[in-house]
């Protein structure tokens, strides 16, 4: 096998995946401001929409604070680890992060992220208020409140998905599409 | 009480109250590593000063680029003490500044514009 030629499997299933900015590993809070900066250039490139820019840029920072607090798999270091890739869909954009959970984790997130999937537009914002005056119970570390922000950026519901590892750990992904207006 | 006056950076809002004249402001982008850290000692400064406000004239500008759902916390806690000050007979204005082509900074202000009845609120779009 070659270097280059297991390197480019890589590159060439993300650009087969219209993957335009990729991280996985190691995620802080001292990643986000350079990182964050980076995908609004890149982004601010592709479309003349400012709204669409800030959009996928606020998903991205939600979805890696997300990773930095609640994902289980961390190093020595205590770090959390996640895989995000921001990428073209259509005239939009799509932003994913997926992280290890716990199972029981995993069921919670789901049964949170199932409730957010189906609300409208108006119930996102009173949902999102009721989350802010604190008159919903919130569960561990103020979850839910990122959720809903995503969903009420993106420009069509959320799509999330769990796989299980094994009888500890399951894999969760969450994806976020953002198109202008 | 001493004015608190804290420069942004590329992720913390600028601060600046000036308490002597019942002028506030928040101005910049506000995803911080830690919300309650970063924000705490100036809220509870502001919260002291307005609870022992009867009378009198309190200005509060928002002029924030992006704020993360966490921040949001803060800008509701914001709006409830700031609704509360007015209910206590201080004439309170909110002015929330938000560049004209930000839909979304402007659909937020709305938003939290609704939280307001006692206090006057203004909507701004910038240039």
């Known amino acids: 096998m070659s270097l280059a030629r ?11 995946e219209n993957v335009l ?22 982004i601010a490139v592709e479309t003349d929409h400012p709204g669409t820019v800030q959009n996928v840029f606020s998903i991205l920072v939600e979805q890696i604070q997300n990773v930095i607090r609640y994902a289980t798999d961390r190093d020595a270091s205590e770090l959390g680890h996640g895989t995000l890739t921001v990428g073209r869909d259509g005239t939009g954009f799509f932003v994913t992060c997926g992280n290890r959970v716990e199972n029981d984790q995993a069921n919670r997130l789901r049964e949170k992220l199932t409730s957010i999937r189906a609300m409208d537009r108006d119930e996102l914002k009173v949902m999102y208020r ?15 409140v990122g959720f809903v922000d995503i969903a009420r950026r993106s420009s069509q519901p959320i799509e999330f998905d769990f796989i299980t590892i094994d ?4 894999y969760f992904a969450l994806k976020a599409i953002i198109r202008p207006n | 009480m001493e ?10 809002p600028a601060i600046d109250f000036n308490f002597a004249d019942n002028r506030f402001s928040l101005r910049g982008e506000s995803y911080p590593e830690d919300v309650p850290t970063f924000f705490g000692p100036a809220l509870s400064a502001l919260e002291s000063h307005l609870r022992a406000l009867q009378a009198g004239y309190v200005e509060f500008d928002f002029e924030l680029i992006y704020f993360n759902s966490t921040s949001a916390k803060v800008v509701m806690k914001l709006f409830d003490l700031l609704e509360k000050t007015a209910g206590q007979g201080v004439a309170v204005t909110v002015n929330w500044r938000f ?13 939290f514009g609704e939280e307001l009845q006692e206090a006057t609120f203004n909507m701004c779009a910038l240039r």
């Open chain 1, 6 to 16: 297991d390197h480019y499997r890589i590159r060439k299933l993300l650009e087969d």
């Open chain 1, 21 to 42: 900015f990729c991280y996985s590993g190691p995620m802080n809070e001292g990643l986000l401001p350079g990182l964050g900066q980076l995908v609004k250039q890149k």
């Open chain 1, 130 to 144: 009721q989350i802010l005056k604190g008159e919903v119970p919130e569960g561990s570390k103020g979850a839910g």
């Open chain 1, 167 to 170: 009888d500890q750990y399951s």
């Open chain 2, 3 to 12: 004015n608190i006056k804290i420069d942004a950076t590329e992720r913390t």
């Open chain 2, 99 to 111: 560049a004209e082509d930000d839909d979304n900074m402007k659909e937020l202000g709305e938003e």
